[in-house]
């Protein structure tokens, strides 16, 4: 229900003019707030080495201007990895009844080609590494002071810095949804505009 609502009030704001201030500098803090399972990152992004199941090899230079988060699925990891993608499938649903779907992109990297929730996004891919999934996590988890052995969500800014990281399976979509709405804001790249943060309440 909850999540139908969120869809709603998204959709009703389409096309409107922008709402609220968003929280700028502030954005890891205020994510921070929501989430324990935050954690703010602030590296270059490290090379990806990926390749698409037709077989297009990717880089992080060619999601160049795009929010970009990854999630992995390894074959050893069932269940908890099956709940983080499920909270992942929400917000990408959400996220893909507003204009930010064409500002983001999600890419879930495993180790072989299987039957995994995609909800017919567009922006939304199955890849492999070239070098190892292993060895892909590894560089992506470096970037953490953080126990390791829960399932991670790694996010891209627009510039392909690794900004941050949700640790874990309990996080609120909607917290994801609205901290990428707030990278979608940041300078260099003003627009479009905090159009979800007052109407969610986010900073009350």
């Not at 590894?138 to 690794?162: C, K, N, V, W």
């Not at 874990?168 to 609205?178: A, K, Q, R, S, Y």
Request: charged share 25%; proline share 5%; glycine share 8%.
């Amino acid at each position: 229900m909850r999540h139908a609502i969120l869809i709603s009030v998204m959709a009703a704001l389409f096309g409107s003019a922008a709402l609220a201030d968003h929280p700028g500098e502030r954005l890891n803090e205020v994510t921070a707030e929501k989430e324990p399972g935050f954690e703010a990152i602030s590296r270059p992004g490290p090379g990806l080495d990926l390749v698409t199941m037709d077989g297009e090899k990717l880089g992080l230079e060619d999601f160049a201007g795009r929010i970009l988060v990854i999630n992995f699925r390894p074959v050893s990891c069932t269940e908890v990895c099956d709940a983080q993608h499920q909270r992942l499938a929400k917000a990408v649903t959400s996220l893909n009844a507003s204009p930010m779907r064409e500002m983001v992109s999600f890419v879930t990297a495993v180790e072989d080609e299987a039957n995994i929730d995609m909800r017919d996004a567009e922006n939304w891919s199955i890849v492999r590494s070239q070098g190892g999934l292993e060895g892909l996590e590894a560089r992506l988890a470096a970037g953490s002071e953080r126990s390791t052995d829960e399932p991670m969500l790694y996010i891209f800014d627009r510039q392909g810095r690794h900004v941050g990281i949700f640790h874990g399976t309990d996080f609120e979509p909607l917290n994801l949804l609205m901290h990428i709405n707030g990278l979608t804001n940041a300078h260099p790249h003003p627009e479009p505009e905090g159009f979800l943060d007052k109407a969610l309440g986010w900073f009350k």
